[in-house]
């Protein structure tokens, strides 16, 4: 009989469309075969799954790397591992760092880089602000583009200046640019002067904490967000660009992406935990101040997103990974607009959802068509987002009843802290298994720089 690189015993494997008892085999980098269990299959390797759960290496494609620029508060290899804690075996970089991958000549640099440093498989999100670059950029194996629509005001960080792009006329010719290419174009959508003018009128009151800064960004119950995704979901309806939109927060939102995808269009879009898990909480707001944000998410949300992840207007969970340092948060307290924006995620929130998915939010077969199926299928990475005969061998095997308390301590990103600490969460990733090899168990992050690879669309 022939021997295997790789057998995992008896997991309950999950996919998208449903799990099974079965066992696991692996030959060089891909999965050979999905067998009735105690078949028989000799291996070199043995993991024995003792009834715990084996799901798809999560695809995480907007995350923030920090690499290069910004690498005190986290950089490829301290990323990448990570995302090897947290059950990510691929993920995407975005592209507010610096310099900025708007040209080839940065891409190339950065794609070397990660060559040599990444732990895990990975790709970047190119800035679609160079209509020169956007056709050559598609060539080199990127898997989206990605315009911010925002502009920091109080802070130079993260959406520092020359990134964003705000004038519809210019968007229109980004769409079309990238409607060429084929490749998805991601869009933080924001509408900056319905901003200004909400900045403003909490300055004028001198309302600049914490709390301003969460309620002026859900004012009217998210106009700066909807507004803008009106914009752009009327030029994606002429261009067709595939469209795919970032940061789904509100009702209003999900119900513009609902009535886009009836009508056959190329859209889809991503929710970041933040959304889920911590910023729809105002006690959490209160506790944490800038620490807990990203944004405020109204409780008067909550049933349109997790609907929308059910029924599958949100495609996927991204974590939106936003590693600051604790001192750029600490002056939010003062001042909101001058706390660095965003929120670290990317080891816990497979737990988190694993722990959803217990308390009856949504199944495990969600969980796992929302952080691998579909952003595998988004991004056109063919051989990742399913436990199937012949795709990667990319695995999380998962103790789906282990109750633990997530604390700073057991952070592997640079930032060193999470504005998760102190929640019990019941799921626990135990290993991580990226085209074959365990990347990380029981704790740590078991493989080296280099290891990772570019997960390019096909
Ligand atoms: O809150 C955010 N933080 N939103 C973004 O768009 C960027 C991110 C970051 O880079 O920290
Ligand atoms: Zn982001």
């Known amino acids: 009989m022939a021997r295997h690189d790789l057998l995992i015993n008896g997991a309950t494997i999950v996919n998208a469309w449903g799990r099974q008892v079965a066992d696991v085999l692996v030959d060089g980098e891909s999965i050979s075969g999905i067998v009735k269990p105690g078949t028989g299959a000799s291996a070199r390797r043995t993991i024995d799954a003792d009834g715990r759960v084996l799901l798809p290496g999560l695809v995480d494609t907007h995350c923030h790397h920090r690499d290069p620029g910004f690498t005190h508060k986290e950089d490829a290899t ?46 970047i999100n190119a800035a679609a602000t160079d209509p020169d670059q956007i056709e050559p950029l598609a060539r080199m194996g990127i898997a989206g583009f990605k315009i911010y629509m925002v502009a920091d005001t109080g802070r ?9 792009v705000h004038d519809h006329g210019e968007l229109l010719r980004i769409f079309r640019l990238v409607e060429r290419t084929g490749l998805p174009l991601m869009v933080h959508v924001h509408d900056q002067s319905i901003m200004d003018v909400i900045e403003q009128s909490y300055w004028d009151r001198g309302e600049r904490d914490y709390r301003a800064y969460a309620r002026a960004y859900a004012e009217h119950d998210g106009i700066v967000w ?4 009106a914009v752009v979901l009327r030029i994606q309806q002429s261009i067709g660009t595939r469209l795919h939109v970032l940061h789904t927060q509100t009702e209003g939102m999900v ?33 944490l101040g800038s620490y807990a944000l990203s944004f ?30 604790a ?9 909101g607009w001058a706390a660095h924006t965003g929120t670290p995620s990317l080891e816990f929130y497979g ?14 077969e969600d969980v796992v068509r929302l952080t691998s199926t579909r952003p595998a299928e988004v991004f056109g990475l063919r051989r990742k987002g399913r436990i199937e005969a012949g795709r990667d061998a990319d695995l999380v095997l998962v103790d789906p009843d282990r109750s633990w308390v997530i604390s700073d301590d057991r952070v592997h990103s640079k930032c060193g802290w999470t504005p998760y ?9 135990d290993t991580t298994i990226l085209r074959g090899q365990v990347v990380y168990d029981d704790g740590e992050v078991t493989a080296e720089p280099g290891s990772g690879r570019m997960a390019t669309p096909s």
């Open 78 to 123: 301290t990323a990448t591992r990570a995302a090897a804690a947290g059950g990510v075996t691929t993920t995407f970089a975005m592209p507010n760092v610096s310099p900025p991958p708007k040209d080839t000549a940065t891409l190339a640099s950065m794609i070397d880089h990660y060559r040599r440093v990444a732990v895990v498989d990975w790709n």
């Open 156 to 164: 130079d960080y993260p959406h520092m200046p020359g990134l964003g």
């Open 226 to 229: 909807e507004a803008a995704l």
């Open 255 to 287: 119900d513009q992406i609902r009535a886009a995808k009836a009508q056959g269009r190329d859209v889809t879009s991503e929710i970041n935990p933040w959304a889920l898990f911590l910023g729809n909480d105002w006690d959490t707001v209160e506790r």
């Open 296 to 325: 405020w998410v109204p409780p008067k949300h909550a049933d349109s997103l997790w609907g929308g992840m059910r029924d599958g207007t949100i495609d996927l969970v991204a974590t939106d990974h936003a590693p600051h340092l």
């Open 327 to 335: 001192e750029e948060k600490e002056p939010g307290w003062e001042d």
């Open 351 to 364: 737990p988190l959802l694993l722990d959803a998915a217990r308390s009856g939010l949504m199944t495990l």
């Open 421 to 429: 600490a102190g929640r019990r969460v019941v799921g626990a990733i």
